[in-house]
T-cell receptor, first 114, second 118 residues
C-alpha cells in the first residue's frame, strides 16, 4: 500500500460545484503539502501544514482551502470549482526531523472542471 | 525568493544518445537542498536524487549522473546511453529553510519533457 494516499484519483465535475480532495499518510510525518501541476508550469505550492494547528498559504492559495483533521490527514477543498482549476493535484509529506526537505508524494488526483 | 529554471522545455533524442538536462537555481540561503524527480507518462513523481549545498561532488548512479556547481548555481542531470523508458518529464527542485530550520516545501522548475525515440 502507498504511504501517501490520495482520493479520488480522478474526478470530473461542473463549474460551481464543491470538491474535496483527500490525502492520508502512514509515514508519521508532521508536514503535509498540496501542490498543483499544470502542463508547462511545473508544480506550484497551494497550502502546507507543519502540524494540526499550523496552516500556511503557498504560492497559489486563492480559490482553495484546506483542513488538517489529524496528523495523518490533509484535505484540499475547492468551494466553487472553476475550469481553470482543472489540473493534476499532488499531496506530499515531509519529516520535520530531517533537514533535507525531501517530499514524499501521493500518486496524484486528476481534476477536470467542465 | 528562490527560483528554479529549466530552460529546456522539451528535448528529443534517439535511443542510445547521451542527453543532459539543465537546471539553474537562485537562492539567498547558504543551506539548501537540490532534487531531481522523474514523472513518467503514468503521472507519479519518482524521486531520483537529493544533494545538499555543501556537497559538490558529482554523483553517478548507473546511467544517470549529476553535476552540481555552486559557482554557476547549476545542478545538471545527464543520462548516458538513453533508453525509451527514460522518456518522461523531469523536474529539478530546491528546498530552503524557514526561520525554524525546517523546509517549507520545494520550489520546482517547470520541467523538461524528454522524448527518447527508438
Amino acid at each position: 500500500d502507498a504511504d501517501v494516499t490520495q482520493t479520488p484519483r480522478n474526478r470530473i465535475t461542473k463549474t460551481g460545484k464543491r470538491i474535496m480532495l483527500e490525502c492520508s499518510q502512514t509515514k508519521g510525518h508532521d508536514r503535509m503539502y498540496w501542490y498543483r501541476q499544470d502542463p508547462g508550469l511545473g508544480l506550484r505550492l497551494i497550502y502546507y501544514s507543519f502540524d494540526v494547528k499550523d496552516i500556511n498559504k503557498g504560492e497559489i492559495s486563492d480559490g482553495y482551502s484546506v483542513s488538517r483533521q489529524a496528523q495523518a490527514k490533509f484535505s484540499l477543498s475547492l468551494e466553487s470549482a472553476i475550469p481553470n482549476q482543472t489540473a493534476l493535484y499532488f499531496c506530499a509529506t515531509s519529516d520535520a526531523g530531517t533537514e533535507n526537505g525531501e517530499l514524499f508524494f501521493g500518486e496524484g488526483s486528476r481534476l477536470t472542471v467542465l | 525568493a528562490q527560483k528554479v529554471t529549466q530552460a529546456q522545455t522539451e528535448i528529443s533524442v534517439v535511443e542510445k544518445e547521451d542527453v543532459t538536462l539543465d537546471c539553474v537555481y537562485e537562492t539567498r540561503d547558504t543551506t539548501y537542498y537540490l532534487f531531481w524527480y522523474k514523472q513518467p507518462p503514468s503521472g507519479e513523481l519518482v524521486f531520483l536524487i537529493r544533494r545538499n549545498s555543501f556537497d559538490e561532488q558529482n554523483e553517478i548512479s548507473g546511467r544517470y549522473s549529476w553535476n552540481f556547481q555552486k559557482s554557476t548555481s547549476s545542478f545538471n542531470f545527464t543520462i548516458t546511453a538513453s533508453q525509451v523508458v527514460d522518456s518522461a518529464v523531469y523536474f529539478c527542485a530546491l528546498s530552503e529553510f524557514d526561520s525554524g530550520g525546517g523546509a517549507d516545501g520545494l520550489t520546482f522548475g517547470k520541467g523538461t519533457h524528454l522524448i527518447i525515440q527508438p
